[in-house]
């Protein structure tokens, strides 16, 4: 494989920047398009990532009490700042390179984050986290149940599930069946967010704050 070359990204949050690491040439990571796992959908920043970031930074408390872990994390934004709001976090994903860019990212912003090479499909890891975070992560029908199965394992009571994305249906189908079925009381925002991108520079991200039922 042709060697991966990164890019700085400076995310501007209030009072705040972030700069994060994205590889700048995807196409030397496109292997074999039909295998839908080797896709580097990971490799860099997506909306949801940054609506996620945003929101977690203008709206959520946390402390080094909360034990923060970040689903299908690639170059790990949202968890990097929870993180810099004072939690404890964990960037996971199932691609390992992705992980080793996440844990400089995490580096680049004088963090410490744990790392956690799981697939969704075998996740094996039965430690509890106050926070789940999923960004962009539930876009195939085929994969949103084990993500379901994590959120209903791997929470710890009272705690919270983040979930963003930028209207697919996948994952509002996914989360409304899902929130009925295991009693999630769920809040829904939106969080306006603006791409260095000249076709599509706006997006509405939807963020989804589900609790569980007491
Ligand atoms: C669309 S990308 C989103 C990346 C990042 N969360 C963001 O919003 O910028 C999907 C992420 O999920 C990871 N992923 C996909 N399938 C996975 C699986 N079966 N197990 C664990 N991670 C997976 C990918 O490697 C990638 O990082």
Redesign the pocket.
Known sequence: MEEVKKKEMHIKLPGKDVTIQVVENIEALITDLSD??KV???????????G?AKFIWEHLLLTEDDNVI?????????GIVCGLKGARVTL????PL?LDIAGENARLNSLQAGLLL????T?SSGEKYDWLL????M??PK?NP?LGEIFSNNIAPGGRILV?HPWRKATYEFLQSWREKKYYNEEVFVQEVEMEDTLLPRYRIFIHLLRALS
């Open positions: 839908e796992d580097p959908c990971w490799a860099d920043i997506w909306p949801a990532s940054l996620m970040e689903l299908g994390a690639g170059m790990g934004l949202p996971s994903d199932f691609n992705a799981e697939d969704w499909r996740f999923a960004s962009d992560v876009y195939d994969l084990y963003s």
